[in-house]
């Protein structure tokens, strides 16, 4: 009895222990076996491929940007020519405005110098000091128009030239101080910038190679969503103007510019502030150039790199109104 009691006991542990064994090694080849994660890992693949192309093309956007952004290598041919803009201005209430918009402009344009020509009897402060603050390199000039040359208040403005008598003193300027340097480098183009226009800094690119007198169009003038010559063939054949287009030279000042070497050669060129309206442009390049002389810059003259804007003048009625009862603005503060 007692002997079949142990045989029983013993089969139930051997089969247990069989159990147990069949078990762990069950587990343990479990642990071993590579589990079915294909897929999870084709979706890793993939977004790993995915970035590294990613990658790739933001490389090649950084590499193309850079690559536009960096100015051109200037070939080399000698020194760059200065850009020397004669600007006509005289006292306002916009002045400042105009001449620190301008101002800021021209400090983004390379080799660039300014020449400020003051229409008053004597250099004011209030252009004295932005010019010494602006950052550029200029020459501070002034002279008054005669008073019948002069615009009265409330004459239409189309009446009398402005600014005639400032751009010859620039250009009186220009001749003797760079006599001086006559032979030596006289690379340079000469510019007639008003200062309430609006210029984009690739007009000066554009007319820095200009031999003798370059051409482009002026947006928003005589009328006209733009004024501009007509080229063919690389040759201004005509001009497209609104108005008597057979003028000498139908452009405004804003739309060529000429070489220091032509202004130096021909010592008599300066405007006529007694030619008939619309003919003060022609005054001055009718002894220069001939219009098949004329180099035509900004794509052949089919784009719009400056802009004849007019700054409105500004109401003053509430500050008079104020003036009256002694609470005006403090003159003193410099507008
Ligand atoms: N100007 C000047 N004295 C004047 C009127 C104008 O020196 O009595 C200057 C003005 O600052 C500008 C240029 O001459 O630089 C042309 O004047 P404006 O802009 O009034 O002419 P418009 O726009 O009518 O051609
Ligand atoms: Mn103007």
């Given amino acids: 009895m007692a002997t079949r009691m142990k045989l029983k006991l013993k089969t139930v542990f051997v089969m247990y222990f069989m159990v147990s064994l069949m078990g762990l090694i069950y587990a343990l080849m479990q642990l071993g076996q590579r589990c079915d994660c294909t897929e999870h890992i084709t979706v890793k693949d993939r977004t790993i491929s995915r970035l590294q192309e990613e990658l790739h093309r933001l490389k090649d956007v950084i590499k ?3 690559a536009t952004r960096r100015p051109p290598k200037q070939p080399a041919r000698g020194p760059t020519p200065t850009v020397f803009v004669i600007t006509p201005t005289y006292a306002r209430l916009v002045q400042k405005a105009e001449l620190t918009r301008l101002s800021q402009t021209f400090l983004h344009v390379p080799q660039l110098h300014w020449i400020v020509v003051e229409d008053s009897p004597q250099k004011t402060p209030l252009v004295s000091d932005l010019l010494k603050k602006s950052g550029l390199i200029y020459t501070h000039l002034h002279v008054p128009t005669a008073k019948d040359q002069k615009l009265q208040e409330g004459d239409p403005n189309w009446l009398k030239p402005r600014g005639v008598q400032q751009r010859n003193e620039g250009l009186r300027w220009l001749r003797e101080d760079r006599r001086a340097e006559a032979g030596a480098d006289n690379y340079g183009v000469v510019y007639f910038a008003d200062d309430d226009n609006t210029y984009s800094l690739q007009v ?5 190679s200009t031999q ?4 482009w169009p002026v947006g928003l003038v005589g009328g006209m969503k733009y004024e501009r010559p007509v080229v063919e063939g690389g040759k201004v054949v005509r001009f497209h103007t609104g108005w008597r287009p057979n003028r000498p030279f139908p452009m405004d000042m804003a739309g060529f510019a000429v070489s220091l070497k032509l202004v130096l050669a021909n010592p008599d060129a300066c405007f006529d502030g ?3 309206m619309g003919f003060l442009e022609s005054s001055f390049l009718q002894g220069l150039v001939t219009i098949d002389e004329l180099e035509p810059k900004a794509d052949n003259c ?3 790199l400056v802009w004849h804007t007019r700054t409105e003048k ?5 500050e008079e109104a104020m003036q009256a009862q002694g609470l005006g603005s403090d003159p003193a503060l410099e507008v």
């Avoid at 003798?212 to 051409?215: A, L, T």
């Avoid at 500004?314 to 509430?318: F, V």
């Fill in 212 to 215: 003798r007198v370059s051409v």
């Fill in 274 to 276: 007694n030619a008939p």
């Fill in 314 to 318: 500004p109401k003053m009625k509430r």
């Fill in 302 to 304: 089919t784009k719009v």
């Fill in 204 to 208: 000066f690119e554009e007319m820095r």
């Fill in 64 to 66: 193309n940007s850079e």
